[in-house]
């Protein structure tokens, strides 16, 4: 479903190791040593999600225009790739639930609570896959981003959770009463945190994969688009600035809080589409490499 490339495993194992560990320790260095405070989110009111979101699918739409080049197959097997990685990439796939489950000790509930959000990006993920390869030009990406982050927000979401309240009715006496997970986090949470990171890792290396070798012939400028890419459809390209407009409190502070995931997205796909580059035998496009 992949194109074949003759990589270098044990380079590849290596670089996914270290782009593991880089990226998730952005976040807990700034957290645990810096004192960065986690961002009160509830202050992205809808119409800022609504620009956030519309961003988050442009930059999907502009993922697979490329990416479909890449991969052969049906369109279920399209669409079950895009929805991995977006799903893997946004940590919704089971790492987010898992996390949240852990440090309350309710983990059942969480990945049920779950499965609305993943029945909703598999639906939008193929939307994209259908509606991507017919749109050349960037504008009318740029429209069919906001119809269907319209559909997201506006239809698709409402629908799913009101379907499933009598499932999270029935179950509602597994709901969490409080967190364990409390600064300074030891061993107990920061060796679950960083092997369920590996979750995002793999999805952004399978985008380094599929398109890497088509955003420029020259090496940095190539990393830098894709770390565009990757943060755009992570949410975090106008997330930080949302943030530091919204909520009160000093500007470093806010930008800080936000910009820590941000900058791990930015990690993320920097150190992933290095291991890509250094573990792959594939010449790339320019044969500048």
Not at 187 to 196: E, H, K, M
């Amino acid at each position: 479903m992949l194109p074949q490339a003759n990589a270098n495993w044990l380079k590849l194992t290596i670089g996914i190791i270290l782009s593991t560990i880089l990226s998730l320790s952005v976040h807990v260095i700034m957290l645990q040593e810096m004192n960065v405070p986690f961002p009160e989110l509830s202050v992205i009111t809808t119409p800022y999600k609504f620009v956030i979101r519309i961003f988050s699918v442009f930059g999907l739409l502009f993922f697979w225009h490329l990416a479909d080049k890449k991969v052969n197959g049906s369109f279920v097997k399209k669409w079950a790739i895009l929805f991995l990685i977006d799903a893997m990439l946004t940590e919704s796939l089971f790492r987010g639930a898992f996390m949240d489950g852990y440090c309350t000790n309710s983990l059942g509930f969480m990945l049920i609570n779950n499965i609305p959000k993943l029945l909703t990006i598999a639906i939008i993920c193929g939307l994209v896959v259908f509606t991507a390869p017919k749109l050349n030009n960037l504008l009318y990406k740029f429209l069919a981003a906001i119809a269907l982050a319209a559909v997201f927000m506006f239809a698709i979401n409402p629908l799913m959770v009101a379907a499933w309240k009598p499932v999270m009715e029935k179950i509602s006496y597994l709901t969490p009463t409080g967190e364990w997970c409390k600064l300074p986090y030891g061993s107990d949470v920061l060796i679950p945190a960083y092997i369920s990171f590996i979750e995002p890792v793999l999805a952004s290396i399978a985008m380094a994969m599929l398109i890497l070798n088509q955003l420029a012939p020259v090496k940095w400028l190539r990393l830098l688009l894709f770390a565009l890419l990757v943060v755009t459809v992570n949410y975090q390209l106008l997330m930080p600035l949302f943030y530091v407009v919204l909520h009160k409190g000093p500007f470093v502070s806010n930008l800080a809080s936000e910009g820590q995931f941000a900058l791990e997205s930015i990690v993320l796909a920097i150190t992933t589409g290095f291991t890509w580059q250094w573990s792959s035998s594939v010449r790339l496009a320019s044969g500048k490499d």
